[in-house]
């Protein structure tokens, strides 16, 4: 029997791989799907707070808590916007 194992993206791990894979996004395809990964998670997860914020601050109030640049975070998101 063959058992799959999906590991989570512990909420640490976020901020630190964002730093080390967002600079390798331009040569790396591997870095830029991570990266498109991480953006779309963060997306997700900025909906599911339930504060009376709008999304936009509920982003912003993520990326700040990960560490995560938010000019580097929307390059993300036009490139996804791009694919």
Known sequence: MISVRVDRIKD???GRMWAEH???SKTSGVSMILCMAIALMLEDRAQAVTTDADIIDKLHNLL???????NQFYQIEK???DV
């Open 12 to 14: 640490r791990e976020i």
């Open 22 to 24: 967002y600079p390798k």
């Open 64 to 70: 700040d808590r990960f560490r995560i640049p938010k």
């Open 79 to 81: 490139e996804i916007g």
